[in-house]
C-alpha cells in the first residue's frame, strides 16, 4: 500500500515532503546551519540543566514556557516583555502556528518571491491560498511602492516579508516594512531568521512593534545560536497576537528539555553572538572573493551567499558535491546558495569552486 492508496486530503495528494538532501558529505554548506558546535562549557552547561530538568520529567512542561520567554524577551530587548514573546519548536512551528490562527480555508498569505520556500509551504498544510509576488528591485530587492500596490489588490490576511531574505540575502530597508505594515489589511509577518548576521546599521522590525499592533517579528536559534538540532523559534508582537496563537497551539508543546536547553544557551548569548560576528566577517570576505572571480553575488545580511550565473547550474552544484562541498541548489535558475562555514570549509569551498568552473 502506498501513500496515495489512503485516504488523504486531496489537496495533499501528489505532494513531496519539503527538505534539502541530509547528504554525508565532509563539507555541509547547504542548510545555513551555524558550523560552530556548542563550545566544552555551553555543552557541560547543557547536560546539567538536562540532568536536573529529567528528575522532573514525569511531570508536563511550563505550558506557558515563563522562564524562556523572560530570557528570550530580555535578549531581544527594545522594551520587550514575556507578554509580547511567544516561542515554539523551530521559528517553522511559529509561523505555523500564526497561519492555524489567522490563514485557514477562505483566507490567504502572500509573500514576495524568490523567499523562504516554508511559507508557501506551511500556507498550505494549513490550507491558505498562497498568492505568490515577484521581488523586481535590482539585487532581488522589493521596490516598496511595488509591495504595497500587491498588498492593495490582493487583501491578504497575512504578508511574509523576509529580511535577511532567504534564499537572496539582503535585508529590507524599514521604511519598506512600515509602508507594508501600514497597508496591509491583516497581519504582517517580519521572518528575521537570520537578523544577527546584518550588516552593521542594518535596523531590525522589532523597532517597529510599538506603532505596528499586526506586525509580528519571527526569530529563531537554529542560526545565530547554533541550535538547529534543539528546535527552538519565536516571535515578538502585541501581547494580543500572543493571546491569539494559545487558541491553537498544543498544549504542553515546547518540551522542558528544549525549553531548559533554549535558556542555558541564551545565557551564552556573548559567546555565541561572538562567533556570529566571525562568520560575518567571514562572509564579508567570502563576496569580495566571489567579486573578484568574476562570479556575480547578491549583497547578503545573512549567514550565506548567493552567487552565479551558471548557465548549468546542476553540473556545478554535482562537480562540487563530487568534490565533497554540498551546496544548494536554489534561488533564481542561474544562482547557487552557500552557507558561510569556518575558514578551513570555506578554503575547500573556494578551491573546489575554482575547479568546477575553471576558472
Ligand atoms: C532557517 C530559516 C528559518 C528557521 O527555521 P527553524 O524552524 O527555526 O529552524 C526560518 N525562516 C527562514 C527564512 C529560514 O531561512
Known sequence: MGVEDLPLREDLRGRSPY????????????T??????????????????????????????????TRLRAALADYLGHGLDP???????????????????????????????????????????????????????????????????????????????????????????????AAVAA????????DEAYAEFRREGTPSALTLLAEHPRLIVSRTMSKAFALAGARVG?????????DALQLVRLPYHLSAITQVVAATALEFADELLGQVKQ???????????????????AASDANFVLFGDFADRSAVWRGMLERGVLVREVGPPHTLRV?????????????????????
Open 19 to 30: 527538505g534539502a538532501p541530509q547528504l554525508d558529505v565532509p563539507v555541509a554548506l547547504n
Open 32 to 65: 545555513n546551519e551555524n558550523p560552530y558546535a556548542p563550545s566544552p562549557e555551553l555543552a557541560a552547561a547543557l547536560a546539567r540543566n538536562v540532568e536536573q530538568t529529567a528528575a522532573g520529567l514525569n511531570r508536563y512542561p511550563d505550558r506557558d514556557a
Open 83 to 177: 507578554g509580547r514573546v511567544w516561542a515554539a519548536n523551530g521559528s517553522n512551528e511559529v509561523l505555523q502556528q500564526i497561519l492555524q490562527a489567522f490563514g485557514g480555508p477562505g483566507r490567504t498569505a502572500l509573500g514576495f518571491e524568490p523567499s523562504y520556500s516554508m511559507h508557501p509551504v506551511i500556507s498550505r498544510v494549513t490550507c491558505t491560498d498562497w498568492v505568490p509576488v515577484d521581488r523586481t528591485g535590482t539585487d532581488f530587492g522589493l521596490d516598496a511602492g511595488a509591495a504595497v500596490d500587491a498588498v492593495r489588490r490582493h487583501r491578504p490576511d497575512v504578508v511574509f516579508l523576509t529580511s535577511p531574505n532567504n534564499p537572496t540575502g539582503a535585508s529590507l530597508p524599514l521604511e519598506t516594512v
Open 183 to 190: 497597508a496591509a489589511p491583516g497581519m504582517v509577518v517580519v
Open 234 to 242: 519565536y516571535l515578538a508582537a502585541h501581547p494580543a497576537v500572543v
Open 279 to 297: 562568520l560575518r566577517q567571514e562572509r564579508d570576505s567570502l563576496v569580495e572573493w566571489l567579486r573578484g572571480h568574476g562570479f556575480a553575488v
Open 339 to 359: 552557507t558561510v562555514g569556518t575558514p578551513e570549509e570555506m578554503s575547500a569551498f573556494r578551491t573546489a569552486l575554482l575547479e568546477v568552473t575553471a576558472r
